[in-house]
């Protein structure tokens, strides 16, 4: 499938497929690296945002996933369990 949006943040870009799967590139250290949550964007996701240094997706069961720079938001571990699906 093609790819339905694409979001920046200062130095990295992620485009979202149509399928629902993300794939990021770009600087590392603002979002251009997604490895860390790969597996929870290979499919489901309805839409990301971007920021200045940071990504969040919102996934079709309503879960949030977060990555890119922590200063700009991109570790949202201490607030996992509020943003999980359910």
Do not use: H, P, Q
Not at 10 to 17: N, Q, Y
């Amino acid at each position: 499938a093609g790819v339905s949006s694409i979001v920046g943040t200062a130095w990295a870009f992620a485009a979202l497929k149509e399928a629902g799967e993300v794939v990021t590139w770009g600087d590392a250290g603002f979002g251009g690296d997604s490895s860390a949550v790969a597996d929870r964007l290979a499919a489901g996701v309805s839409c990301i945002v971007g920021n200045y240094g940071a990504f969040a997706a919102l996934k079709e069961a309503g879960e949030v996933v977060t990555w890119g720079g922590a200063d700009y938001g991109g570790d949202s571990s201490a607030v996992a369990d509020r943003l999980a699906a359910g």
